[in-house]
């Protein structure tokens, strides 16, 4: 999936950790996601983005490490992630899925699924391929690049409705930064 304006930047971002990332990292992950590009160039994005304040350069002879500057812009990818991961640590893979399903009324891409940092399996059940293909038009429309060998997901467990409304909570909690306003209650009774 590629976006020109956007996508290079945020699958970058969504490979960071915050001990940080090498330059020789990157570009693997980089070439292993479809984006085959000389490291010099990759270097120089990197350098550009570092002067923009978005990433944070760091040497540790003999490499270069890329990290996050703090309080940057996540997209909605990455926001659905962390909140799931605080949310249902074991679970998050599905929850993500879910999430981002129930939000964009359709099926969920694998690379979106990387954006959001799920790597490792796909979470959920294949969407018909008719809904794929419906889906791989739209996103079309909207300026990203879908391959047609890319494969799209539905959530398996159609029970975590809860979880989902308590997500959308906590993001909205988080990116208005309110928390200090929400009260936090204790039990001082016992049910029975």
Same mark, same amino acid.
């Given at each position: 999936?590629? =976006?020109p304006d956007? /996508?290079?930047?945020q &699958?970058?971002?969504s490979?960071?950790?915050?001990?940080?990332r090498?330059?020789s990292? +990157? %570009?693997?992950?980089?070439?292993?996601?479809?984006? /085959?590009? =000389?490291?010099?160039?990759?270097?120089?994005? +990197?350098?550009?983005?570092?002067?923009?304040?978005?990433?944070?350069?760091?040497?540790?002879?003999?490499?270069?490490?890329?990290?996050?500057?703090?309080?940057?812009? *996540?997209?909605?990818?990455l926001?659905?992630? $962390?909140?799931? *991961?605080?949310?249902?640590h /074991?679970?998050?893979? $599905?929850?993500?899925?879910?999430?981002? =399903?129930?939000m964009? *009324?359709?099926?969920i891409?694998k $690379?979106?699924?990387?954006?959001?940092?799920?790597?490792?399996? %796909?979470?959920?059940?294949?969407?018909? $391929?008719e809904?794929?293909?419906?889906?791989?038009?739209?996103?079309?429309?909207?300026?990203?690049?879908?391959?047609? %060998? %890319?494969?799209a997901? &539905?959530?398996?467990?159609?029970?975590?409705?809860s979880?989902?409304?308590?997500?959308l909570?906590?993001?909205?909690?988080a990116?208005?930064?309110?928390?200090?306003?929400?009260?936090?209650?204790?039990?001082?009774?016992?049910?029975?």
């Open positions: 999936m590629f =976006h956007r /996508d290079l930047k &699958i970058i971002i490979m960071l950790t915050e001990d940080g090498s330059i990292y +990157l %570009s693997r992950e980089l070439k292993r996601q479809g984006f /085959d590009m =000389h490291r010099l160039t990759l270097t120089g994005y +990197l350098r550009a983005l570092s002067d923009l304040n978005v990433l944070r350069e760091k040497e540790v002879p003999p490499a270069k490490i890329y990290t996050i500057v703090k309080g940057r812009e *996540k997209d909605i990818y926001k659905v992630a $962390e909140q799931a *991961k605080i949310l249902v /074991d679970e998050y893979p $599905e929850l993500t899925l879910y999430c981002l =399903h129930k964009f *009324k359709r099926p891409f $690379e979106e699924l990387e954006r959001a940092g799920v790597f490792e399996f %796909s979470p959920g059940i294949p969407a018909r $391929e809904e794929i293909t419906d889906t791989r038009k739209f996103m079309q429309k909207t300026g990203f690049k879908i391959p047609n %060998s %890319s494969k997901y &539905i959530p398996a467990n159609e029970e975590m409705e979880a989902f409304q308590n997500l909570v906590q993001m909205l909690i990116d208005s930064k309110c928390s200090y306003l929400v009260k936090e209650t204790k039990q001082v009774k016992l049910d029975l």
